[in-house]
């Protein structure tokens, strides 16, 4: 029986894998109650901006302008500012996780996410992702979004990596069966226990001492 190849890199998603989606729907919502503005109207010109801000061709105030401030409000830019970074937190057992794994089993790790520049940034610093990722397929930085399959081949190409020796935390099923049919294999995130057994089953795993995580009871 053909033995699987050994993972040696890992690629993930950042929202909603290492942290919280920085402004997604709840955000936004949430910002429109506290600065009290038409949530319908504000929502439409996200929609119609968000993307273009993501692929890095629109600044962090060029999207506010179009979305926020394209009217006098009764606030100011700083203000509104601060609540959008504000709304990113850490998932700290993930985050572990990750950090034991590459330490572990010496692994590629690296960020294919869909992310703003300006919130990128302040997430990288705030949270030191850049301690343990290697290096950050951000759509801002290479003006790809997934779910273009671009994002994954230029991940590979900058990996160096055999696709089928690549495990993708992804929390998106869509983006998840795209990098599957590229050869990389792939675990759909939902939460930590679930994905710490699919790691198990993948040969990747790390002590209950170390992680408390009721799915990792074998040995390495």
Known sequence: MKRRAPITC????????LLTD????????????TFKLEWAEMEERHQSNFATYEEGKLTLD???????FYQRRPF?????????FAQSKPYPQMIELVRRLKSKYELKIAAVSNE??????????KFKLDAFVDFFVSSCFIQLRKPDADIFRLALDLAQTPARQIVYLENTPMFVQIAEGMGIREI????????????????????ERVIPCNQLTRTS
Do not use: P
């Open 10 to 17: 890992l690629f993930l998603n950042i929202g909603d894998v």
């Open 76 to 84: 100011t830019r700083v203000q509104f500012r601060r609540f959008m």
């Open 188 to 207: 759909l995130h939902t939460d930590y226990q679930s994905t710490c057994a699919k790691l198990v089953s993948l040969g990747l795993q790390v002590g």
């Open 22 to 33: 920085g402004w997604n729907h709840q955000a936004r919502k949430r910002a429109a109650t």
């Open 116 to 125: 703003a520049r300006e919130l990128n940034a302040h997430r990288i610093r």
């Open 62 to 68: 060029e999207y506010l302008d179009r979305v926020v």
